[in-house]
């Protein structure tokens, strides 16, 4: 088992892509925010099924962070990390330092329209600006032919495919499948926050979900369908529900039936807040 190589400028890991490149090799990128589970690991292997190389960034993206979320507390634990990549088998790590990323002169930020709109923007209002600036810099830093998104953060990566697509950045986009424990809670680093009892609560978001894209899926009307939901999760333990919507797949915009559809949901337990979504099948 190979330690990854581990670079923390944007130079070194230019270099070492550039000895890469004139192998011939190709290049995929997992960009992460460390605090590595099964769901990152499982994008790594799509990663390295795709490509020759994988390199996955580790960085908590203080841009993507408002005032009041979790950028002081999110797990850092790079060490650990470092051992799972090497069990997963990703060549080269990039753990840059903030100021490697954002110098004191940065001044640039991009916004990203049609997708970002709503959901997660409603509540985290920056977030996506800060998502798409630093996916730019890494694509542009590391140059991959391609990188794996989950379908966890569902809206996150439709906003990466707009991204490189309205900004002409020469990098595929593959979505990979989300990562659940055998509970159906789908994995996150955020889940290191919850005690048992809300452990136990998390559980049944993916149920309560699944339970009305059925619903959707079999004629109910998607204002009731929607609303049952917020009411189990509120039943079940949860403090507050963000949003339970129905989407079009592909662009995010408000589901039609008969074409095929994402149900997503945000919702808090304590000060700890848990996406998921799933899919809504076409009749
Ligand atoms: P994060 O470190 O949370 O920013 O996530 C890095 C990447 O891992 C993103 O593309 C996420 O969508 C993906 N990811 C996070 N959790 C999971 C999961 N449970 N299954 C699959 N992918 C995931």
């Known amino acids: 088992m190979n330690r990854p190589l581990v670079v ?10 550039r000895d890469w490149r004139r192998d011939g090799v190709s290049l995929a990128m997992v960009p992460t925010m460390g605090a590595l589970h099964d769901g990152h690991i499982s994008l790594i292997r799509i990663a390295l099924e795709k490509a020759d190389r994988c390199v996955v960034s580790i960085f ?34 990039f753990a840059p330092g903030v100021a490697q990323m954002y110098p004191a002169s940065f001044a640039t930020r991009i916004t990203v329209g049609g997708p970002a709109a709503g959901l997660e923007s409603d509540f985290r209002p920056t977030f996506f600006d800060g998502v798409a600036t630093v996916v730019a810099k890494l694509f542009l830093q590391a140059s991959p032919d391609c990188a794996v998104f989950g379908e966890k953060d ?18 595929d986009i593959i979505g990979a499948p989300t990562i659940r ?10 889940n290191a926050y919850l005690g048992d009892a809300e452990l136990a609560v998390a559980r049944q978001l993916n149920a309560i979900l699944r339970r009305a894209a059925a ?13 049952e939901a917020s009411r189990a999760l509120i039943e079940a333990g949860f403090d507050k529900v963000d949003y339970v919507a129905a989407r079009e797949s592909l662009t995010l915009a ?5 074409r ?20 809504v099948l076409s009749a």
């Open 215 to 227: 619903a959707l899926a079999a004629g109910a009307d998607e204002g009731s369908a929607t609303a």
């Open 8 to 17: 923390d400028s944007v130079a070194a890991l230019r270099a070492q892509i």
């Open 154 to 171: 569902y809206q996150q990566l439709c906003v990466v495919r707009q991204l490189c697509r309205d900004l002409d950045l020469p990098v």
């Open 60 to 93: 908590v993206n203080p841009t993507q962070f408002a005032p009041s979320e979790d950028l002081d507390k999110y797990p850092r634990q790079l060490g650990r990390d470092l051992d799972r990549l090497a069990e997963a088998g990703a060549q080269l790590a």
């Open 254 to 258: 408000p589901w039609r039936r008969n």
């Open 181 to 190: 424990d055998a509970h159906g809670l789908a994995m996150s680093s955020r």
């Open 260 to 279: 095929d559809g994402r149900l997503l949901a945000a919702a808090w337990l304590g000060k700890t807040r848990l996406i998921d979504n799933v899919e």
